[in-house]
């Protein structure tokens, strides 16, 4: 999950944005607004008047240079925006820009039911409302689900149980756990060297600490010194807040993966399963060590679950 200082509320009308959004913001302490409101202000009008008088095209133009607006500003809030808003590309790159953005999905069946007596949504102004309902919800549903960063199902749940949802969602830490050249091989070789538990294990057991402790952990392996240094770089576009990595072999030599985990502002912990500086001459030199934040040697696979541990320790610290 992207870090933002804003929280985006999209979804179609009647999802529950304007409640959500109050309750989140007493939750967080973060001051909410409206865009549809805001919008009427500035107009002296309500959205119907405006789409009645000027048209949808005038009002959709007024909804994106708001967003331009909104998006330049350094404060934080949250932000509960209209229903038809990310149907321009335009402003789904914007809403993207502005925050993390959250889709309350709901189905047409909850739209209807909340809505059917209300007199001051233009768009269901006709003599079936109920497909309109359909209609709409489909077309913009690819809309909704391409800029969303979380994807909230909201038809049976209170604004209470939204709000834990998105608040826990938000708080998820993504890690990753970069394995290199023969870790895949655990459990066939050297065994008393690196245990009898294979590496499907491992991956198991990092999942089981990823569902404990709320976190976002992927796990990666690769026996090519390429693809381990693409996949360091990727981590610094895809919000990755911390890497635990076992290079393998390549802690001796590599240079290329050194200089990626330099480039990487994040927390790094270097794992190795063996304690190195115990073995073999050459197997004592770290050449990436120098750019972690720590080293766990010998601990076994119980040290992957003390290196997330020790960067999950940080972002506390940091919050």
Do not use: W
Request: glycine fraction near 6%; proline fraction near 3%.
């Amino acid at each position: 999950m992207k870090k933002t200082k804003n929280i985006v509320l999209i979804g179609f009308m009647g999802s529950g944005k304007t409640s959500v959004g109050m309750k989140l913001s007493y939750r967080l302490r973060i001051p909410v607004e409206d865009t549809d409101k805001l919008i009427e202000k500035r107009e002296g009008c309500s959205v119907s008047e405006i789409f009645e008088a000027q048209g949808e095209a005038y009002f959709r133009q007024k909804e994106t240079a708001l967003l331009q607006e909104l998006a330049d500003k350094t404060y934080a809030r949250i932000y509960s925006v209209g229903g038809g808003t990310p149907v321009r590309s335009e402003n789904r790159a914007l809403l993207q820009r502005l925050g993390t953005v959250v889709y309350l999905r709901v189905r047409p069946e909850t739209v209807y039911n909340r809505l059917q007596n209300d007199t001051t949504r233009p768009l269901l102004q006709c003599e079936d409302p109920q497909e309109r309902i359909r209609t709409l919800m489909e077309s913009r549903r690819q809309a909704y689900e391409s800029c969303a960063d979380m994807i909230v199902d909201a038809d049976d749940l209170s604004v209470e149980e939204i709000v834990h949802k998105i608040t826990k969602e938000l708080n998820r830490v993504k890690l990753l756990v970069i394995n290199g050249p023969n870790i895949n091989f655990l459990g066939i070789r050297e065994k008393s060297v690196y245990g009898t538990q294979d590496y499907e294990y491992l991956k198991k057991m990092i999942q089981r600490k990823a569902e404990e402790t709320n976190c976002e952990i992927e796990v990666f392996q690769s026996n090519h010194e390429g693809a381990i240094i693409d996949r360091i770089q990727e981590s610094y576009f895809d919000g990755t807040e911390g890497i635990v990595i076992n290079p393998g072999a390549y802690t001796h030599y590599s240079y290329a993966i050194r200089d990626a985990l330099a480039s990487i502002l994040v927390p790094k912990v270097e794992i190795h399963i063996s304690d190195i500086t115990k073995r073999e001459e050459f197997r004592r030199i770290s050449v990436t060590a120098p750019v972690c934040d720590k080293q766990i040697y010998g601990q076994g696979l119980d040290g992957y679950l003390r290196a997330i541990d020790f960067i999950l320790a940080l972002k506390r610290k940091e919050s």
